[in-house]
């Protein structure tokens, strides 16, 4: 852990790493203390950890047992996928259904694995246990470090922190869901989404991010009331090529040097304007 090798400097969007050395003229980002990349590991921690206890609620609430809604937790650990599955379970959704809107909701974790495989470089023997905290959190904590050894505590207190007590609250939550009575009249299910926001607004920071990430919303909350549960957060995905196919299409506009059939136009050598 004593390793201080300086990561590429980002470019773009916050977390965007360049796949080579920096350029010429390019500086490495200064050092984090240990002691910072701890606070923010914990406050991130301790802050989306504590939301188990709506899961839990949320899942008992839907007619999952104890035991279900424990192996949840300890095995998902993707809160997203966890309150998707459930609330897809209480609408009466099929349950088949419902696994598979989680699972796919899910699969954007591996795409977080593959950047951050090449940050933390961790030993082989080790690379098992470290894809179970692969998530949103620990993601957004690892990819701003300057240096090696930051990203790899940011990582590891981030995703021990949040594993501990996002299962030890979700037991909580589902052991008290009895005592609150209606766990609906508490709206406990909107805190995860809410969370997840926090975490989300500060990286938009380019104009076509924050336009892909308007269009998403306006195509889930339009496509709610007739489909499925889960459904629209899936198709809410189609957002970003979208986005990017208009944002091409604008870049190339009048002025490429080309005619109206498409081809380049070329004067005669002598040849004068009319």
């Known amino acids: 852990m004593a390793e201080q090798t300086a990561l ?10 360049t796949a080579g050395p920096p350029g010429p003229g390019s500086e490495a980002r200064p050092d984090k203390p240990d002691a910072a990349v701890v606070r923010d590991a914990l406050g991130v921690g301790i802050a989306v950890g504590l939301s188990g206890f709506a899961f839990g609620v949320t899942s008992a609430g839907s007619g999952l047992s104890l035991f279900q809604t424990c192996v949840l937790s300890l095995l998902v650990f993707t809160g997203a996928s966890q ?16 696994a598979a809107g989680a699972f796919f909701l899910g699969i954007r974790n591996a795409f977080y694995g593959l950047r951050l495989s090449q940050l933390l ?26 240096t090696r050894r930051a990203a790899r505590i940011g990582f590891t207190v981030t995703g021990l922190t949040l594993y501990v007590l996002w299962n030890l609250t979700t ?16 709206g406990l299910d909107a805190a995860s989404p809410a969370v997840f926001l926090a975490l989300l607004a500060p990286m938009l920071t380019s104009t076509t991010e924050r336009v892909t990430a308007g269009l998403a919303v306006v195509l889930a909350l339009t496509l709610l009331p007739v489909l499925p549960a889960g459904v629209p957060v899936l198709l809410s995905a189609l957002a970003a ?23 380049v136009t070329r004067r005669k050598k002598g040849e004068r304007h009319s």
């Not at 008290?176 to 009249?185: R, S």
């Not at 208009?246 to 498409?262: A, H, I, Q």
């Open 83 to 98: 309150f998707a599955l459930v609330g897809a379970l209480a609408a009466g959704g099929n349950p088949y259904t419902a």
């Open 121 to 146: 470089a961790l030993p082989r023997a080790v690379r098992p246990f470290a894809a179970h905290w692969v998530i949103d959190e620990t993601t957004a904590v690892t990819l701003p470090q300057p």
């Open 241 to 263: 090529p979208v986005v990017l196919f208009l944002m091409g299409r604008t870049k190339k506009g009048p002025g490429d040097g080309k005619g109206s059939n498409g081809t």
């Open 171 to 186: 037991l909580v939550g589902a052991l008290g869901a009895e005592a609150l009575g209606d766990t609906d009249a508490w």
């Open 8 to 17: 590429p400097e980002s470019t773009g969007s916050p977390g965007a790493i």
